[in-house]
């Protein structure tokens, strides 16, 4: 049967069902194929917290959306062209985000009158005409997966499970996405099994089949590949490129890289990809607890390592006494948070910019730490080598910020020319330096650089460098124990003056035409959807300029000069206003708020309206 086939500039999809479906492999699949056919893309993962959550429940829906477009593009979307949904509880959680018009994929044998009731549907609403909005293709997908394997010798259960498959082959035909790639993760994945790799390849292969002969798809879509910027490029998630991001950092300091850490969402795939890199001199702790995982790391930069520590929200307060340790001790640390929604455990799938607050000023006592944030997925990368050139330079433990969605989503990545990133290489303490040393020959462990006010790192063992260590105040200078009054009224202005004194470059704002009277400043993951809006807006006619911060602390040397320029200055964020909070107290601008807190980023189309509100009113 030929197929018609339509082009179009870019499409969202979303598939959603059941943790046990699938779907984030099913997503990730389509996503690196998409990559390697050469699209601009994003996604947004979307899983619950629990490990399994009862099937067929909303509790348990699992979805995975993906942007991708021939052109650049800045977030995965508002909402989707293309549902999947393989149960009515995916259905359900789902459909109220597909515009009228849009396609929706059904799996018709999950819509048993059980599972119905599971979800509060009274009726069937493939049959009730509820749908009557969407182009509804209605495709029998497990019972057309097991039909596909009746002769392999597979329990019916067994052979379910591959229907995840048959929707990624279905799909994958759908939108001409190539086949050699899952096809080839498929044999690694379950080589060792060949009943299991056998069932899944020929699930694959028959909802490709199956779109290309039914009538039901009676057109193909085709979406060519971006022209993106020349270079290598590369797939890669937030969590994956801070990892590469700590891994060339420590090599650029010519450093050793420990990693000290405890498992937590979502910031855990940072130590499994980090243990996967010894051979570049990375050691990695999976410690008992959080506070055990900070001191580890704050040792090894004691011992003359690059020492990071990774973690999210609740494990961050942990942290954070090891942490004013680390202020008090002036050693570089470099501590991850990779936030989520709170408070407490809160959602810890979900993703939330609420800690900036926590990361400013959460230590007892004037414990001054420098903070840099992320903007996107690959963006992470950059920010790492950031944060690590703040914390080597200026011997002093720095917060990195990243969040859920940076953290698992993910984008195309330009490999980064290795001879244009910067030198992080820092000379140690040695015994005959007279910079370090006084009139008599003592070792001053807190004899400071007149330029960076920095320490000097001494590394334990070294002959003629021994000195006193811990939490307690230490003499100017010396370093050795102190009660006096004024010596703590120095040492905590020294302390102050060396973070607010941090070389961080002006803050660059994006006014074509020079003539805007509103500035839309954003930090970390809002990047992505302040930018897509900023495009709507502008194509709509408006003038508005954007700026984005990546270092919150200290701010750049210009931003008060940037926001005195405009007649209005919208501050979008996932918390209830912790930046507008500063901006307001540092610079006594009366910046105004956008705030949402639903363990989701921003949509576009809602901050374009936010963006065309406050102009109506200039």
């Given at each position: ?31 690196q194929e998409t990559a390697v056919f050469g699209n601009d893309l994003s996604t947004l993962p979307n899983f619950p917290a629990e490990i399994r959550a009862p099937a067929g429940t909303l509790p348990g829906v ?153 009538e039901a798809f009676s057109v193909r879509y085709e979406v060519k590949p971006a022209a993106l910027k020349p270079g290598t490029y590369r797939n890669i998630t937030g969590n994956t490129a801070l990892a590469y ?327 979008p964020e996932i918390n209830l206003g912790q930046l507008a909070l500063l901006l307001r107290g540092k610079y006594l601008v009366d910046v105004i708020s956008y705030n949402r807190v639903r363990g989701l980023p ?17």
């Open positions: 049967m030929t197929k018609q086939v339509q082009e179009l500039d870019h499409v969202i999809i979303r598939f959603a069902g059941d943790s046990g479906d699938g779907m984030q492999l099913t997503g990730d699949r389509f996503t699992s979805s995975f959306q993906l942007h991708f477009a021939d052109h650049d593009i800045l977030t995965p979307g508002d909402a989707p062209d293309v549902l999947v949904a393989m149960n009515p509880a995916a259905l359900k959680a789902n459909v109220t985000d597909l515009p009228r018009g849009k396609d929706l994929i059904v799996n018709t044998d999950e819509f048993t009158k059980r599972n119905l009731q599971k979800v509060g549907y009274d009726k069937n609403p493939i049959e009730d005409g509820s749908l009557s909005a969407y182009h509804v293709h209605a495709v029998p997908l497990t019972s057309l997966t097991v039909k596909a394997l009746q002769d392999q010798n597979l329990s019916r259960k067994d052979a379910e499970r591959a229907k995840n498959m048959f929707a990624l082959g279905l799909l994958s035909w759908l939108y001409g996405r190539p086949a050699e790639g899952t096809l080839n993760f498929l044999e690694q994945k379950f080589g060792k099994r060949p009943e299991i790799y056998k069932a899944n390849v020929t699930a694959f292969h028959a909802g490709w089949n199956f779109g290309e002969t039914t991001g700590l891994i060339a950092a420590a090599q650029l300091a010519k450093l050793p890289l420990f990693l000290g850490s405890y498992p937590i969402t979502p910031a855990s795939d940072v130590l499994h990809e980090l243990s996967r890199h010894k051979k570049f001199g990375v050691r990695t702790f999976q410690a008992e607890d959080e506070i055990s995982a900070v001191g580890s790391a704050l040792g090894a930069a004691f011992g003359g390592a690059l020492a990071v520590t990774t973690s999210s929200g609740p494990g961050i307060i942990l942290k954070m006494e090891t942490a004013g340790l680390a202020v008090s001790t002036e050693l570089p640390l470099i501590i991850v948070d990779v936030q989520r929604a709170g408070p407490s455990t809160g959602m810890p799938t979900k993703t939330e910019q609420a800690d900036l607050l926590l990361a400013l000023y959460g230590r007892n006592g004037e414990s001054p730490v420098p903070v840099v944030a992320a903007a996107s997925p690959s963006d992470c990368f950059n920010a790492a080598i950031e944060a690590a050139r703040i914390a080597v330079t200026y011997r002093t433990p720095v917060i990195l910020l990243s969040d859920g969605y940076l953290a698992n989503g993910s984008e195309p990545w330009l490999l980064p020319d290795v001879a244009a990133l910067p030198d992080l290489s820092q000379d140690f303490a040695f015994a005959t330096q007279e910079t370090h040393v006084n009139g008599d020959g003592e070792f001053r462990p807190f004899k400071r650089d007149p330029q960076t006010l920095a320490r000097p790192w001494a590394i334990p063992g070294t002959p003629g460098l021994e000195h006193r260590i811990g939490g307690i105040e230490k003499a100017d200078g010396a370093g050795t124990i102190s009660y006096d009054p004024d010596n703590h009224d120095l040492m905590v202005r020294a302390r102050q003056a060396k973070v607010d004194g941090i070389t961080v470059p002006d803050l660059e704002v994006d006014d074509p035409d020079g003539r805007a009277k509103l500035l839309v400043l954003g930090w970390g993951s809002t990047y992505g959807s302040i930018g897509a809006a900023i495009r709507r807006s502008r194509r709509a006619g408006y003038q508005v300029a954007q700026a984005h911060l990546r270092h919150l602390n200290p701010f750049p040397a210009n931003l008060g000069d940037v926001l005195r320029s405009y007649e209005k200055v919208l501050v921003f949509q576009a189309a809602e901050l374009a309206g936010a963006i065309e509100e406050v102009l109506s009113h200039v």
